[in-house]
C-alpha cells in the first residue's frame, strides 16, 4: 500500500501566503456559484466571478516576480563578473528542477533490462521500413557523391586570411564555458613564436 501525503497548496512556494490563500478561496467560491446558477456570460454573478479571478491571478503574478527577482539579480551579477561555477550552482539550485527517474520501464526495473529495452526501441526505429528502397537510395547517394565536386568560391582560406580575420575580432568579449577569451586565439600564433 502506498501512501501520499498531501501538501497545502503554498508548500513549494515560498511567496505562498494568507492573502493568496484568501484570494484563492474566493475565486473558487465565486466560480462554483457561476457554475451552480448555469454557467450565464453575463450579470453580476458572471462579473463577480472574473473579478475575483483577476485578482487571484494579478496576485499571483505579483507574488511571484517579486519571489524570483532576486534570483534574476544574483544570475545577473554572476554573469557580468564572469562566473561561471556561481553561476551554474545558483541556477541548478534555484532554477532547474530535479530530474525524475524511471524506477518501471515497459516492467522492467533493472538498470541493464531498460537500457536494453531502450537500445531494442531505437534499433526498430532507426531500421529501415524498406530494405530494397534503403539499397535504392544509399546507392544513388554513394553514385552522386563520388561524382560530387565542390565548388570553390576563388577564397583559399590561408594563414594570412585566418591571421586577418583575427586580428579584427573584438577583444574583452564574454569567454565561454571552455574559458577560452579572443585574446587567447588571437595571440596564439605569436606565443609559439618566442
Known amino acids: 500500500m502506498s501512501i501520499v501525503h498531501r501538501l497545502s497548496d503554498g508548500f513549494l512556494k515560498s511567496f505562498w501566503d494568507d492573502e493568496m490563500a484568501e484570494l484563492k478561496s474566493k ?5 462554483q456559484l457561476w457554475v451552480t446558477c448555469g454557467r450565464s456570460r453575463q450579470g453580476p454573478i458572471y462579473l463577480s466571478r472574473c473579478r475575483a479571478r483577476a485578482e487571484y491571478r494579478r ?17 545577473h551579477q554572476q554573469l557580468l563578473a564572469k562566473d561561471h561555477t556561481s ?3 545558483t541556477w541548478k539550485n534555484k532554477v532547474s528542477s530535479k530530474r525524475l527517474v524511471a524506477e518501471v520501464v515497459d516492467g522492467y526495473t533493472q538498470p541493464a533490462d531498460i537500457a536494453n529495452a531502450f537500445a ?3 534499433g526498430n526505429a532507426c531500421t529501415p521500413n524498406s530494405i ?6 544509399k546507392a544513388e547517394f554513394e553514385t552522386r557523391l563520388s561524382h560530387h565536386c565542390p565548388v570553390i568560391s576563388g577564397k583559399v582560406i590561408s594563414v ?6 583575427l586580428s579584427v575580432m573584438k577583444l574583452g568579449k564574454s569567454d565561454g564555458i571552455d ?12 606565443l609559439h613564436q618566442y
Open 87 to 89: 553561476f551554474w550552482m
Open 120 to 122: 531494442v526501441n531505437f
Open 132 to 137: 530494397a528502397r534503403n539499397d535504392k537510395l
Open 59 to 75: 496576485a499571483l503574478r505579483c507574488k511571484r516576480e517579486v519571489a524570483e527577482a532576486p534570483i534574476s539579480n544574483d544570475l
Open 160 to 165: 594570412d586570411l585566418v591571421d586577418k580575420c
Open 27 to 31: 475565486s473558487i467560491e465565486t466560480h
Open 179 to 190: 574559458n577560452i577569451q579572443t585574446k587567447h586565439v588571437r595571440y596564439a600564433c605569436q
